[in-house]
């Protein structure tokens, strides 16, 4: 088809209008096991301009608790062990919501986060593992060409540069196979700067380069 990058991979599976997450998943091998009968603790709120409520402090932009590259699971992160468990099970916002519709400036998509079912609203790590899954959806062909000329190399560039640093063949091979992903649209702005209030329902998610 004109106009398609030739040497940029799809997978052939059109991606939803929108992604979604929970944390924990039960068993699964990235999530810290839940404590049942946990009670969130009250923690300080910060006052923004907007009116959609409070984000918690943890996920602030600029905090360091969350330090890592959305193109790897956050077990990647180099703190993830020392992190309590408490802490991934605190409220993302003040107020709790059940869900949270998340938009980035790079990005022409909405991430729906779905809150955990035990608690009943989106915790911590129900935002971090969920932002990390919504954007390894599959780009389908249709939305990358819906891209300008320049976007289309910019992005093409990013899937090439995230597949060069896997760790052996195998992985490369896996990566490559499933094609161009959301966080491609980033385009290296890859890291997690945390998260602020945007217009009433929706919650901004703020990268920046990966040095």
């Not at 699964?28 to 918690?56: C, D, K, R």
């Not at 385009?187 to 901004?204: A, L, M, N, Q, Y």
Request: aromatic residues 12%; glycine residues 8%; charged residues 15%.
């Amino acid at each position: 088809m004109p106009g398609v990058n030739r040497h940029v991979h799809f997978n052939g599976k059109a991606s939803p209008a929108s992604s979604s997450s929970s944390w924990p998943s039960s068993g699964g091998p990235i999530t810290p096991p839940p404590t049942y009968g946990y009670v969130p603790p009250h923690y300080p709120l910060h006052p923004t301009a907007e009116s959609n409520g409070f984000v918690n402090p943890v996920l602030s932009p600029n905090n360091p608790t969350f330090d890592f590259n959305l193109t790897k699971p956050p077990t990647s992160m180099m703190d993830y062990a020392s992190i309590p468990v408490s802490i991934w099970q605190q409220p993302a916002t003040s107020p709790p919501v059940p869900s949270m519709a998340v938009v980035c400036e790079q990005l022409p998509w909405i991430l729906n986060i779905p809150g955990n079912i035990q608690f009943g609203y989106v915790s911590v790590g129900d935002l971090v593992f969920g932002l990390y899954k919504a954007l390894s959806t599959p780009v389908s062909q249709s939305e990358f060409l819906t891209l300008s000329p320049r976007g289309q190399h910019a992005v093409s560039k990013a899937f090439k540069n995230r597949c060069k640093v896997c760790f052996d063949s195998d992985e490369y091979r896996t990566e490559f196979s499933q094609g161009v992903k959301r966080v491609d649209f980033l385009v290296g702005f890859t890291k997690f700067s945390g998260v602020r209030p945007d217009k009433i329902g929706k919650w901004t998610l703020l990268v920046r380069a990966d040095e």
